[in-house]
């Protein structure tokens, strides 16, 4: 994909917008304002010819209403042929889902359910846009506008997001000691964001200096001053981490927009060989951002009932985002007296990891300012989270892309569905 700069009008999205009147004419005109070249197409049209010639990626927003198989027949043809993507939003009632998976839709390809509202749709478009490195405007809150990420990026860079809606289970002690394994042995130049804007202490942790945030800087760029990237901000670990942190003042962060923290942590991407994000526990709408672009959200799960149960939560809520295939649940103090087989039965998941419990290990290693792999390199918990950043890396080397599977389209919902989530 040729390189183009961030806000050409060359490389901006075409999104074909086929619903019913008065509907679409809303959508188009919603779409617009968010920064996005939105036309309508009639229903009935064919798909292929209301695009442009010579455009990269297309977008489109295409309604079911009751003819599942002639809209995917209608996305396939013109797909046809095409040397770049098309990404769809299929808007679909319940009625019409299981029609829909029937008639085969693309892993690439969203549904959302009505009812729905022209920001929920745009979020969504703005998230499929983030995937596919594709810049919506150059206006201030549009995905892909702060500054330097160009569509020719590599996905080869991996984002890891460490995420449990209940806190006390471990995720700032994964999220660091992970950094630190990928590098210390495996040779990888590491960011690590600490993405926990209200009860965050990474760079604590780690023995290191409150420095300028993400959100001090976006303070003032927003008054003038020159674009500062992640990388720019973070401070260098003992072990080589790079770190730096979203906010530092839980009272003081209104420029944190979502699309706007998505937008900083590609852009870091192209200095780095692998981010660590450590998240807040909450379903906050920078929280789910991160997970719009996350290649894998990892999940401790700590052998007590309550963190069992946040992580079946995080289940459910992970398939209305559309980001239940990204899940991987880590076992933290896995020595602990519960079966491994039976966590995995009672969450629903299977562990891609177990970590032993290294107890007062963690403390002595923080305490120096260190993570347990540079403190004690020799220790068992250490060779623990070697094997997760193996099996991490060799699950990210077998997918150029990240894939999303067709899933129950009982569990199939908008992906701000339940309003709720962003307020918990």
Do not use: C
């Amino acid at each position: 994909m040729a390189t183009q700069a961030i806000g050409s009008e060359a490389t901006r999205p075409q999104i074909a917008v086929a619903m019913p009147e008065p509907e679409r004419s809303e959508v188009v005109a919603g779409l617009g304002e968010a920064g996005f070249d939105a036309f309508s197409i009639d229903l009935d049209a064919p798909l292929a010819e209301g695009f442009r010639p010579g455009t990269e990626h297309l977008l489109a927003v295409i309604d079911v209403s009751g003819k599942a198989a002639a809209a995917a027949a209608n996305v396939a043809n013109a797909r046809r042929g095409r040397p770049h993507g098309l990404s769809v939003v299929f808007v679909a009632t319940d009625q019409d889902l299981d029609a829909l998976q029937a008639a085969g839709i693309d892993q690439a390809d969203e549904l959302m359910l009505r009812p729905f509202k022209v920001d929920e749709l745009r979020w969504r478009l703005e998230a499929m846009a983030i995937r596919a490195q594709v810049p919506t405007s150059s206006s201030s809150d549009a995905v892909l506008s702060g500054g330097g990420v160009d569509s020719g990026w590599s996905p080869a860079v991996p984002v890891f997001a460490v995420f449990n809606p209940k806190g006390g289970v471990g995720k700032t002690t994964i999220a660091t000691n992970l950094a630190a394994v990928l590098q210390l042995r495996k040779h990888m130049n590491v960011l690590l964001v600490d993405g926990d804007t209200v009860t965050g202490h990474v760079g604590l942790s780690l023995g290191l200096p409150n420095g300028r945030s993400m959100a001090d800087s976006w303070v003032d760029e927003d008054a003038g001053y020159g674009h500062e990237s992640l990388l720019d901000l973070a401070t260098l670990h003992s072990s080589g981490i790079r770190v730096v942190a979203l906010s530092t003042n839980p009272l003081h962060q209104p420029n944190l927009v979502p699309a706007r923290v998505a937008d900083a942590i590609l852009e870091a991407r192209q200095g780095v060989d692998a981010i660590v994000i450590d998240l807040h526990p909450s379903y906050s709408e920078v929280n789910l951002a991160v997970f719009a672009i996350a290649d894998r959200i990892l999940v401790p799960v700590t052998p007590d009932l309550p963190a069992m149960r946040a992580a079946i939560q995080l289940k459910d809520v992970a398939v209305e985002v559309g980001v239940r295939d990204r899940l991987a649940m880590i076992i933290n103090r896995a020595n602990s007296g519960v079966a491994v087989a039976d966590m995995e039965t009672t969450v629903g998941m299977k562990a891609m990891a177990q970590i032993r419990s290294a107890g007062l290990h963690f403390v002595w290693s923080a305490n120096a300012g260190k993570t347990l792999i540079d403190k004690f390199p020799k220790h068992p918990a250490t060779g623990d989270f070697e094997q997760l950043a193996d099996r991490l890396l060799s699950a990210h080397a077998g997918t150029a892309t990240v894939d999303r599977p067709k899933e129950s389209s009982s569990m199939l919902k908008n992906l701000f569905g339940r309003k709720a989530i962003s307020e918990a």
